[in-house]
């Protein structure tokens, strides 16, 4: 709940391939099925490149093929301004 709660945050100042890459650490050291998936819903998959995406999510196995491709929907179809970015430095 805790790490949920500190990702899950507009002011959290770290790019998503970042967050992305911690949270996978932390879903291989303690998640299981069902805390995987709550944990990677925190991340904000269409902020991420489509190269990101293809070269590290992807790859991962940790996030559903159809959320990766809603994701890439998402990022394609928005404008930029529309997306819900996190506060950076």
């Known amino acids: 709940a805790a790490l949920l709660t500190v990702v899950r945050r507009d002011s959290f100042a770290a790019s998503e391939r970042e967050i992305f890459q911690a949270l996978a650490r932390w879903c291989r050291q303690n998640g ?50 529309d997306l819900n970015y996190r506060g950076m430095l």
């Open 32 to 81: 299981d099925g069902t805390a995987t998936q709550e944990v990677m819903s925190a991340v904000r998959l269409p902020l991420m490149t489509l190269t990101e995406m293809l070269n590290t999510v992807r790859p991962s196995g940790l996030v559903t093929p159809d959320d990766l491709l809603d994701a890439i929907k998402m990022r394609s179809e928005s404008r930029d301004m």
